[in-house]
């Protein structure tokens, strides 16, 4: 009997550079905008100094930003820095950065999201927001504790880790929908507080001598806060002309969040001064809009928190698996991984593994831990990534490139030298928790030994 073939189920290009950058907005805009200006406002005493480091940082964002948009254009796959990281430094540097966003670089993130956002709804539903145990599962060290927050933390990631399974088109309308919202709600929030809050612009001229030492190490939170820039390169496979869409999509992302990144920082200098800025032990967001408007604010601002929260682990759920789906395709990853769901092209399984593991970590309450033991990890392997676009020029000069990183080669040389120094502080200042870091990165050898002799058999 003649053979017959299945034809190939690939990813499919329907995202735009809108769409991306959707992806990179949800991506950054989280925590570090919301918590980071009152450390960074203890060390950067002066307004428009503190104002002048998020610019700087934004800038680095930016120049990281187009060296991708060159190395996404010339390898349009799926799954971001470890194509790069494989294809210029080999499959091991590639696995380590996949295993990291995988056990907690995405997975983490998407953990901790979830239980903060179970604790705003806690506003309207307070047993959302219950800590109390109703199961507990001894795990050897280790325990698995259910309780009403973790239940609505995993439910939130169900949903969405459902809605990205269902299909790229309805994934898209989600995530653009909540991106949209969010951008809208936080410029609402910039416009109606320097026009009706309670705030004052004498701030802006009050402030004390900043060392030139303290302004630079401040840029390492700043950096912390813009990571995710390169969130539209781990779906370049699903970009539409993505010689051309890509680099708009990391360009316009990044931009937008270092415009509403300027903005968010002046209103709080606007709500408060540097000095008392420097004191906040709560969200500086909640602090200043508290000042701004008063405690009548904190039911609607927790309604938008929950939106805000909802597109950033929307987005997590759509570029996390990518990268084990591409780490699946080349045997470095489970082979279900790899597998497309026949009838909406999604990499489902890799949506469901990262879910999964998401969910455990809510359960075992280690994804704090986890995310600030990783968290130079970030840096780390961006800078790396932006370090390959020199090794694939020098090794194919002559490969058509759609689009060029601007400023090359001083651009990424300065981008490349920033993320050392910050990983290099990182491991100099907390050496145990960046020591921790090192070793869950470490952990991915014997995976990847084990998945390498798995694969030649």
């Not at 880790?161 to 309308?173: D, F, T």
């Not at 927790?302 to 939106?307: E, I, L």
């Not at 990853?333 to 455990?360: D, E, K, M, N, V």
């Amino acid at each position: 009997m003649p053979s017959s073939t299945q034809p190939e189920i690939r990813l499919q290009r329907r995202l735009g550079p809108l769409d991306g950058a959707a992806i990179v907005v949800s991506n950054v805009i989280g925590g570090g905008i919301f918590l980071l200006p009152a450390f960074i406002a203890q060390s950067v005493t002066h307004p428009w100094a503190m104002l002048a480091v998020w610019a700087a940082g934004g800038a680095l964002a930016f120049t990281g930003a187009m060296a991708y948009a060159e190395l996404a254009a010339l390898r349009p796959r799926a799954g971001g820095e470890y194509v790069y990281l494989r294809e210029a430094f080999g499959p091991v540097a590639g696995f380590l950065t996949g295993w990291t966003s995988f056990v907690a670089g995405f997975s983490g993130a998407t953990a901790a999201s979830a239980v903060g956002l179970a604790s705003y709804v806690s506003r309207f539903v307070p047993v959302a927001g219950d800590t109390t145990p109703f199961l507990t599962i001894p795990l050897g060290p280790f325990q698995l504790v259910a309780s009403p927050q973790a239940v609505v933390a995993i439910a939130v990631i169900a949903l969405l880790s459902a809605v990205h399974m269902y299909g790229l088109g309805p994934g898209r309308i989600v995530q653009n929908l909540l991106a949209g919202a969010k951008i809208a709600l936080l410029v609402a929030f910039v416009v109606l507080g320097f026009g009706l809050g309670e705030g004052d612009a004498a701030h802006f001229g009050a402030g004390g001598a900043v060392s030139p030492a303290l302004w630079v190490l401040a840029l390492i939170p700043v950096m912390f806060s813009y990571s995710g820039w390169n969130a539209a390169a781990y779906v370049a496979e699903e970009i539409r002309d993505p010689g051309r869409n890509l680099p708009l999509a990391l360009g316009l992302g990044t931009v937008a969040v270092v415009v509403v990144y300027l903005l968010l920082n002046a209103l709080y200098i606007y709500a408060l001064p540097v000095a008392e800025l420097a004191t906040v032990d709560v969200r500086v967001v909640d602090a200043a809009a508290d000042q701004l408007f008063g405690p009548a604010i904190a039911g609607p601002f927790a309604a938008a928190s929950v939106v805000m929260i909802a597109a950033s682990i929307s987005a997590m759920v759509l570029a996390g698996p990518r990268v084990y789906y591409a780490m699946a395709r080349d045997g470095l990853f489970p082979a279900f991984a790899a597998r497309l769901h026949p009838r909406y092209r999604t990499p489902s399984r890799a949506i469901a593994a990262q879910g999964i593991w998401a969910s455990l970590l809510v359960l075992s309450g280690r994804f704090d831990q986890l995310v600030e033991y990783t968290g130079f990890a970030i840096v780390l392997f961006a800078g790396v990534g932006v370090a390959s676009l020199f090794v694939l020029r020098r090794r194919h000069p002559d490969e058509p490139r759609p689009f060029r990183a601007w400023g090359y080669p001083i651009a990424p040389v300065i981008f490349a030298t920033s993320s050392a120094l910050i990983v290099l502080n990182a491991l100099w200042r907390s050496p145990a928790t960046a020591g921790a870091g090192v070793l869950v990165i470490l952990a991915g050898l014997p995976v990847f030994l084990f998945m390498r002799r798995s694969r030649s058999r």
